[in-house]
């Protein structure tokens, strides 16, 4: 009998492993995602180095995450809920004897599913600044920015909410990141395009607005695509766990929400897109989609299908609005629309959790939105600052005029078909 | 005892949700294939296009499986054989006693797990759609037909099948759907094709039929391979169960003969397109997988691996033979083939059942195919009549010759790659 | 008591099965990411007919370790340890009876799950042959060759190491094939390489060499990360098991190391090429992405987090010496680097292994590697010779300045994209 019990806690032991592996493993794929939106959305001349930019954030995200970014992120017990203290490197996984002998409190996955599962997060937040930042900042800049976000900034406020510190004790509440994950990397990247400036030719000294169309639609496409594949795998993961009739069900719901937002946010952005300029602009439906994700992060386990579908139906309009508003009124120049579609929505994402989740109060969401926003715009806007001080964040304007591609990776994207260049 | 017994049947229903939700993500990945496919088979001027139907209408027929669709098709007991019945929106989910206690027809996996599999298959049969109408027709008048399809018509004819309607009872037998997804989608393309007309410069007054390549073959390319990796889940997810032995067994199988059927339909394809044209046609290839896939989706579980491998290269042979046929001897323009990938060869993948499943019949095989064909083509018919009727389905000729990116959307999908248009 | 036995050993024989069918499922997308990744680094004028290759081989693959080769790696018991001897078809999976009563060796996960899983790993060996050969190949040459691969060289070596042979017999440790798979690939194709001379204007006659850039790096960029993802289940599947706690544990700590080795090797890689060219040269970050995942595949168990991180670094900087002292010093022409990649870093990744696993010795790892490489060597070198005679392996002068896509394929991968040519 004993046996039987301890056979069956080890499958389920298993089977959450597996489950946190697989969807972690479509949030990596995400990576690609972001890679082929943003090498779709600059113009060809930038896109080897955009390109470059996500494969080594990726990596550096992935590293600076296991030497202490992990650590700081889930300190343990007996911390300050403030300052959760840097410790270094990866632990060993759970012993046989704890998960059979454990009783309410024993781990039921393995620590290192968890860590490859957050660590994929980090990447998210950081493949967001990428997009915004484009077609002209320096590149090493950029990845000197990605190794103290990544290994600092993010952490901190992740243990905030994720790792029991003072915003999750205050009742904020964010299920799988719309604050903790997309706030943070629009909120980083806005530090950076303040500091930066808008592209060369994007407003005219007449207060004109210049469209700078993307190179490559498919490519965009794709990695829309991509996204709301891996979202399955970002929302789904966070429930933590599915070996039970209730977790398994909830698991369910959150593919379903994941899956309506997306669709109401692609149909509402579109709609919206169509009565604004009178015709069915593609990358608003893009864009649209991937509000209608963020929108739903922050809960997606309970609303009803039918209220996913508005949450991210008001999501792709908000987005359509904010990109507007950015660029012609704010003049941010954002080349993906990032900021909108990971900052703006990501505010309606966790404001929205007060429209099913009985849990959740208003001042309690609008206290971790200032939180993580004052703390990412503050340390971020620092960070940049000493990077530009110290090595520059800009092109030179003639590198700016010839493309990234050659200036810092000294290749092109499409060598073939840009003979007219 | 009754504890453990508990544990083990709670862990296979998570599972088995699990499984569900898995195979799911894969068959929605399948819509950035047909999406791929699609956009790399097409001019360059309509790329943008045939991106933003493919995002919509996925998003379209979740919404209204959603709404209605799934209601229809899986209406509960107790209602005609013929008519299921209108009812909306989706229920809860099981609850632990019905599962755990429910003895021999207790629910083994999650209701939305089943609903978030299902819905991600009416998304496929609007996506065969998409391709066949493509670069002439009016992008709304496909997102009114889209609503129809995935709403109403649909979701019928798989109540008859699927839902344990006549055709069910008759005996039909269609394990994945060759018949109810694929040869459903091609039949609603061929009505609306009749309606719509060939593109301008595709058939010559002489009498000459004339090649237009598409523009992007590395993504046709891709899409065939997101849509041969979507297929396992497409057929291993319609095992709907995968937690004891022979249950397993039978997935592994599903995934076997999946994978074999493509590989020997790609093989044939090109090996007839050799002899026939002289040439190794890659397009030929990419269709002769796709026609594999479909040629083993009616039956997946009782051929042996060398006999899926067959009935995947009869399908290779038979679509280069029907797409030329279609386009030469008929003059049915059909960009993308998928008339003959989807509907040729469903109705060979639903006769090829007999070959390996004895309780199949050919009179019930035929009985399926022609109320299924009938239903769809007469349904689709008037829909797309009221449609034209309504707003019009083709474009005019002027946007036809600049292309429907510009016309439809608004911009370019690669604004820097065609300075010689 | 019996019954709950029997369920939860079949739940476990279940989930390791579904684990397989998954992993595999990510390996078979592989495929896809070597497509792309080869596409996008060869000139567009062959892009169509690699294209072709890729997808033909991967169903030869398929139908040849189906027919023979499986049978051949894993002849069952009591044959010789150098000759399997060979045997046809694929046999039926495991009895209910045999699993629930088969005690210690019961079987644990279904027979066709194991093939799945293999067969995507041959078209793996296979697809580092083609890149190597890309753009003066004929067609029809690579896919006669494919036939011998797949079907016999391949299984003979995989036979002596995973199927029990004397390989593995001599203590020599492969844990998912940096040797088996990747070596394997990597000495094909250089045995090809030699027989087949370099591209037409890539050395000339005065010693000089070209840079001959590929036409599309943003596909280049997704064929990687296609690659990195479709690892997890190349490393994460070959644990074989994932039921109990310390195989979940072990199936996370593969993920992480996986993950970690490839993120080390792709910013080695981009440092060193800053400091050699002076510039962050993204082909070679890409390389140093799949180097790392090579440099991890012969051992991703027994490294920490943090040694994973390093051992990829080291792959990443040996591929970028390796790709330049190939191309510069030996003059072999490898368009893609695959056997910088594959070949080199695969024996980097084997004598890794006597960093962390005490089972290792440098002589059986040194062994392993000589047999195997002899073995693939010669065989392949005869194969490719034999092929050379009777059908001829280069396409003529003509057809390699005009480009496969027309010669071979009979259209063009990008007919409106090139209008220069």
Redesign the interface.
């Known amino acids: 009998?004993e046996q039987?019990?301890s056979?069956?806690t080890?499958?389920?032991?298993?089977?959450d492993?597996?489950?946190?592996?697989?969807m972690?493993?479509?949030v990596?794929?995400m990576?690609?995602g972001f890679?082929?939106l943003e090498?779709?959305l600059v113009?060809?001349k930038n896109?080897?180095?955009i390109?470059?930019k996500?494969?080594?954030l990726?990596?550096?995200a992935?590293?600076m995450y296991?030497l202490m970014g992990y650590n700081i992120m889930y300190p343990g017990d007996g911390v300050s809920s403030f300052w959760p203290g840097i410790a270094f490197?990866?632990g060993g996984?759970?012993?046989?004897a704890d998960?059979?002998g454990g009783g309410e409190d024993a781990p039921y996955?393995?620590?290192?599913?968890d860590?490859?599962f957050q660590?994929v997060f980090v990447a998210t937040a950081m493949s967001i600044v990428s997009g915004a930042v484009a077609e002209r900042m320096k590149?090493?800049a950029f990845f000197a920015f990605a190794v103290v976000l990544t290994g600092f900034i993010y952490p901190m406020q992740g243990y905030w909410k994720w790792g029991g510190g003072f915003l999750d004790q205050a009742g904020f509440l964010d299920f799988a990141g719309s604050g903790v994950v997309h706030m943070t990397g629009a909120t980083a990247a806005l530090a950076g395009v303040i500091l930066l400036g808008a592209r060369k030719g994007k407003y005219g000294k007449d207060g004109s607005v210049n469209a700078i169309?993307?190179?490559?639609?498919?490519?965009a496409?794709?990695g829309?695509?991509?996204l709301?594949?891996g979202w399955?795998g970002f929302n789904?993961g966070s429930e933590l766990k599915?070996?039970?009739?209730?977790?398994?069900?909830a698991?369910?719901?959150i593919?379903?929400n994941t899956?309506?937002a997306?669709?109401?946010g692609?149909?509402m952005a579109?709609i919206v897109a169509r009565f604004w300029?009178?015709?069915?602009?593609?990358?608003m439906?893009?864009n649209g989609?991937l509000a209608g994700l963020v929108s739903i992060t922050a809960e997606p386990l309970t609303p009803?299908?039918?209220l996913a579908?508005l949450i991210g139906a008001i999501g792709g309009a908000l987005v359509v609005i904010s990109i507007i508003t950015m660029d012609k009124t704010f003049k941010i120049d954002d080349p993906v629309g990032a900021i909108s579609v990971h900052g703006v929505v990501g505010i309606w994402g966790l404001l929205a959790v007060c429209l099913s989740n009985p849990d959740a109060t208003l001042s309690a969401q609008l206290f971790g939105i200032g939180v993580i926003f004052a703390w990412v715009f503050i340390t971020s806007f620092i960070v940049w600052a000493i990077v530009k001080a110290v090595m520059g964040i800009r092109v030179s304007e003639e590198e700016e005029y010839e493309g990234l591609d050659v200036g810092?990776?000294?290749?092109?994207?499409?060598?073939?078909?840009?003979?007219?260049?």
Request: aromatic fraction near 14%.
């Open positions: 009998m039987l019990a056979d069956i080890q499958t389920k032991y298993a089977l492993t597996f489950y946190f592996l697989v972690g493993a479509f990596m794929w990576a690609a890679s082929m090498a779709g113009r060809s896109t080897a180095e390109l470059t996500n494969i080594i990726y990596s550096i992935c590293v296991m490197g990866l996984d759970n012993a046989v998960v059979v996955y393995s620590t290192l599913s860590f490859f660590v590149l090493w169309p993307g190179a490559n639609l498919p490519l496409t794709l829309t695509f991509i709301w594949l399955f789904g599915v070996s039970d009739v209730g977790e398994a069900n698991v369910a719901m593919f379903v899956n309506m997306a669709a109401g692609a149909i579109l300029f009178g015709k069915a602009d593609l990358t439906a893009l989609a009803s299908p039918e579908t810092e990776c000294g290749l092109e994207a499409y060598p073939e078909f840009t003979p007219g260049k």
